[in-house]
């Protein structure tokens, strides 16, 4: 969307109470960010392409967002994410770490351990793997009744197992590709 159509479609949302308009505008067009919190209080959210703490010095420093969806795996691992989501914290801003299948159990795991180790957890997003995908790696957290817990083995509570990963070659994947109906590549 423009600035203007993402400003006035988070006002028409008010009413609907969203929990957040996600990505309304790309993340590198911050200031676009800054019109649409001019006209609406529907909260925003932005940051899965986003992998340091330098892309969202403007949206928090400014308050443009409500929630960080940067991925751990994506930051730079646990403690950079943390330093992230502490800055943020300053700010009242919560999290809401990206947490998509393309993301390993590791990763999810580690998501998990710093949502339970921050003052402004806000949300996680949870997608279950697949089978095959947990065979290779076992978790010990698991998702009952629309909640997240933790294991209490040591460490993340993932174990890798080799032999069964051996039973599944690599297989590159690549995102699609998002055409306008002229055929102009453009952004999804």
């Not at 180790?117 to 095959?132: K, L, R, S, V």
């Amino acid at each position: 969307m423009t600035p203007i159509q993402a400003a006035r479609l988070g006002k028409t949302l008010e009413p609907y109470d969203l929990f957040w308009l996600e990505d309304a505008t790309p993340g590198e067009d911050q200031a676009a960010l800054r019109l649409i919190r001019q006209h609406t209080t529907t909260p925003l959210a932005i940051g899965e392409v986003f992998n340091h703490v330098h892309d969202y010095t403007t949206l928090l420093s400014e308050r443009l967002i409500d929630y960080v969806r940067s991925a751990v795996t994506h930051t730079g691992g646990i403690t950079a994410m943390r330093k992230l989501l502490d800055f943020a914290a300053v700010y009242g801003i919560k999290s809401g770490i990206h947490g998509p299948t393309d993301i390993s159990p590791v990763g999810m795991a580690a998501a998990l351990h710093l949502d339970l180790a921050i003052h402004n957890f806000g949300i996680q997003e949870y997608m279950p793997h697949t089978a095959d995908t947990l065979e290779v790696f076992r978790t010990s957290f698991r998702f009952e009744d629309g909640l997240l817990h933790p294991s209490d083995t040591p460490g993340l509570g993932v174990e890798l197992d080799t032999e069964a990963a051996e039973r599944f070659p690599y297989q590159p994947a690549y995102l699609p590709v998002n055409r306008l109906v002229d055929g102009t590549v453009h952004d999804w």
